[in-house]
């Protein structure tokens, strides 16, 4: 790869964009996993690979431009070819990237492409000021539809879960049950504070805790690090202690100081003043 500088980027737009992210690779049975984490100006969000012995499954498409370019690349390099792009919910910062994979068929739950479709001219015109022509300016939006159940991909199997209450309302997590690995996307971060918009965690906790009951080798998150199933009891401690600061909180301020004091190495805190405009209104 050859990802551009961050001065270059800078030529571009009024905000300086770390072009490079962070590849993780996890060798399985018949799959190799591959994640690449942006950097902090994006949230740490991530993509991965699913690379089976002939082709790729990509899931998650990236926030900007730069990052979401470099993934491409990355994905272009492993010389196979892409089968697929899955979207797993309709945030932004998972979807913007697909621009750069309009040659791909794009999947999606049925909710999750109706979110894009019909929210996504809002979400651009949301972030445009804010980062530039460093975001997608038109809206690529999932044509194809993902059902709940089993499906296989080159030999292995993929179970798809829609999950509603979670991070995003409606969630798309995808368990690979030979290879002992959940997708789990943004119903879990790995030590990075979590973007929160309700105040009610009761549906999400139920999720995490039903995945605990579980056997899993690898949790692949959506903000941070590939982990274990240590993350998923660290996102149900979160959430907990969210839902305590949350109830006992009348702005950000009072919610930031509950959850970076309790979880002070965790990443993001700013993504907690991004869940200030949804919980208690306000720029």
């Known amino acids: 790869m050859s990802p551009r500088t961050a001065e270059e980027v800078a030529r571009k737009t009024a905000v300086v964009l770390p072009a490079a992210g962070t590849v993780t690779v996890i060798p399985r049975d018949n799959l190799r996993i591959h994640t690449y984490e942006a950097p902090e100006t994006a949230v740490f969000v991530n993509s991965h690979i699913l690379e089976t012995e002939d082709r790729l499954i990509v899931v998650d498409t990236q926030l900007l431009r730069p990052h979401a370019e470099e993934f491409r690349r990355y994905a272009d390099s492993l010389s196979k070819p892409i089968d697929r792009v899955i979207i797993t919910h309709s945030h932004p910062d998972h979807w913007f990237g697909c621009e750069y994979f309009r ?152 919610l930031k100081k509950h959850l970076v004091g309790k979880y002070p190495l965790y990443r993001g805190d700013y993504i907690l003043d991004i869940s200030g405009r949804y919980l208690y209104g306000g720029e």
Do not use: C
Not at 230 to 239: F, R
């Open 103 to 254: 040659d791909v068929p794009i999947h999606a739950l049925a909710e999750v492409a109706d979110g894009i479709t019909g929210g996504g001219e809002a979400m651009i015109q949301a972030y445009a000021p804010i980062f530039g022509d460093a975001i997608t300016e038109t809206v690529t939006a999932p044509e194809h539809v993902i059902r709940p159940g089993t499906g296989t991909v080159d030999g292995v199997r993929l179970v798809y879960e829609k999950v509603d209450g979670g991070e995003a309302g409606v969630n798309l997590v995808i368990e690979l049950p030979d290879q002992r690995v959940l997708l789990a996307q943004d119903m879990v971060y790995n030590r990075v504070h979590v973007f929160l918009q309700q105040k009610e965690m009761g549906p999400w906790l139920a999720h995490l805790r039903r995945y605990l009951e579980g056997e899993y080798d690898f949790v692949l998150s959506g903000h941070g690090l590939p982990a274990n199933m240590q993350a998923l009891a660290d996102m149900v401690g979160y959430l907990e202690t969210a839902e305590t600061a949350l109830a006992e909180s009348n702005d950000v301020e009072s």
